[in-house]
């Protein structure tokens, strides 16, 4: 059984784009609060305003998916591993609210961005 060599697995792997940078891209870019919005910075609470159209950019991004629309229900598949792995929380009793948790959770702290916003944002994924 042959193994893919560490190149190809790290080529692999710079193409794939964590959601938490990318919704937290989306939640400090302030032309997108129409789509998804603070609730509680502070807490690094937010909240879904068009829950579909942020699942479209978020398909947008991903590899070979373009041609079939990411909806909510499969980002939110996404969204429940984090908080399975403590990264990321669901406010219960809330339609559409979640907790950024875990070790970046002190008040500057950043997730990383590891791709451009601007160009996932851009016309070229249908947000002209």
Request: glycine share 8%; with cysteine; proline share 4%.
């Amino acid at each position: 059984m042959s193994y893919p060599s560490s190149a190809t697995t790290q080529k692999a792997s710079s193409k794939k784009v964590c959601i938490l940078p990318f919704l937290h891209g989306l939640l400090e870019d302030e032309s997108k609060t129409d789509i998804i919005c603070w609730t509680d910075k502070a807490k690094r609470e937010f909240r879904f305003l068009e829950k579909q159209k942020v699942a479209q950019l978020w398909g947008a991004t991903k590899p070979n998916r373009r041609l079939e629309v990411m909806t909510y229900g499969n980002m939110a598949r996404v969204l429940r591993t984090f908080c399975k792995d403590g990264m990321l929380e669901k406010i219960s009793g809330r339609s559409c609210r979640w907790r950024f948790v875990g070790s970046n959770d002190s008040e500057n702290s950043q997730p990383p961005l590891w791709f451009g916003i601007d160009r996932i944002l851009s016309s070229e994924f249908g947000n002209g």
